[in-house]
């Protein structure tokens, strides 16, 4: 789905805005926003701010059109890496997929298999290339990104289906990869978080299982029982209604909200579990389940590093070419994810 040329202009319009000195941005974000002890990146708040004057809160009219507008707001703001020693499509399990390769690493090399996030419904390659590219090049790794079936027309499971097939493929071929199965990661951001915290779980007993999961953001209890859906209800990019709207598209019924393989919060035993990253932001309905899966981890003596980024928002993944805040925390998660693979035996 190509960028159109009036998004062009005005992607280019924010990102001067946004690198406005900070006191003009200041007084161009409006006084700060708190909420549940945070305050609010000014950078952030402005996006909103600009967000509500295009008229951009609205519900998509389609998931076609939720689909095109993500790809355009990944765009917008998405962050720059190193270079790589290449970019390439590949298939994998059946499914598309995109694989990074870092310059001056050699193969059999450390690897993270990837999957975007998106609510189930919406997000591709495309829209998560950006933050794929810096993470290959700073934690020195292949990422291979994995395209899944998205709801409504492959509702639960098929994605986490996808998923599975795709790191077990990887895992059983690494050569094919040039990867080492033993410094082999899974992550994702948002829905693609909540794929890779199952991926973890389902691969417990396998022969090559992941030595780190990366959890960004991640979805991992569909009954949206936390307070953060409430304080953070409206007004921060991801808010209640569409959190709503994703979990009716994606799941079969009312059945599948405690499924371990659809809310990895409910699985019964977290003990065995691989390392873990675990990155929540505070202006997230998000946050306080993803707090609550690094606990979960962290009763069970899996090892976690867990970190609240207090005034970023849900997405900031994807903003790190103009939010500031939002690609230091990238750079630091990415270091934390380098350092547990440096951890294999």
């Known amino acids: 789905m190509p960028v159109s040329t009036l998004e062009r202009i005005q ?57 095109r507008g993500l790809e355009a707001s990944a765009a917008a703001l998405a962050p720059e890496g190193a270079p790589l020693a290449r970019v390439e499509d590949a298939v994998v399990a059946g499914r598309r997929a995109r694989v990074y390769v870092p310059r001056g690493v050699a193969a059999p090399a450390p690897a993270l298999v990837y999957f975007h996030g998106g609510g189930w419904c919406v997000g591709s390659l495309d829209s998560h290339d950006a933050p794929c590219r810096v993470v290959a090049a ?30 077990r493929e990887i895992a059983a071929h690494p050569q094919r990869w040039g990867v080492d199965p033993a410094r082999l990661a899974v992550g994702g951001d948002s829905a693609g978080g909540n794929l890779a915290a199952i991926v973890a779980h389902e691969t417990r007993c396998d022969a090559v299982r992941p030595i780190v999961q990366w959890l960004v953001y991640p979805g991992v209890d569909m009954t949206m029982s936390h307070p953060s859906v409430e304080s953070c209800a409206r007004g921060f990019l991801l808010d209640k209604a569409a959190m709503q709207h994703y979990i009716a ?59 609240c980024y207090g005034p970023l928002i849900h997405g900031f993944l994807n903003t790190g070419g103009a939010i500031r805040a939002a690609r230091e925390a990238l750079s630091e998660i990415t270091a934390d994810l380098a350092r547990g693979l440096r951890s294999a035996p």
């Not at 926003?33 to 909103?48: E, H, I, K, P």
């Not at 027309?153 to 790191?167: S, T």
């Not at 699985?267 to 990253?277: K, Q, T």
Request: charged share 25%; glycine share 4%.
């Open 249 to 307: 598209t994606y799941l079969r019924d009312h059945a599948d909200l405690r499924d371990p393989r659809a809310s990895p919060l409910y699985a019964p035993s977290f003990a065995g579990l691989p390392r873990a990253v675990v990155a929540t932001a505070g202006f997230d309905p998000l946050r306080d389940e993803g707090a609550a899966y690094a606990k979960a981890l962290e009763a069970a003596g899996v090892p976690v590093v867990y970190r």
């Open 138 to 167: 700073e934690a020195r790794a292949t990422v291979i990104a994995i395209d899944y079936r998205l709801a409504p027309e492959h509702p639960f499971p098929a994605a986490v289906d996808d998923a599975l097939a795709a790191f």
């Open 11 to 67: 992607a280019r319009a924010a990102r001067a805005i946004l690198a406005l000195p900070a006191p003009v941005l200041r007084r161009l974000a409006g006084p700060p926003v708190r909420r549940d002890g945070f305050t609010l990146d000014a950078q952030f708040q402005l996006v909103l701010r600009l967000n509500r004057m295009l008229g951009r809160e609205k519900p998509a009219p389609s998931v076609e059109a939720a689909r």
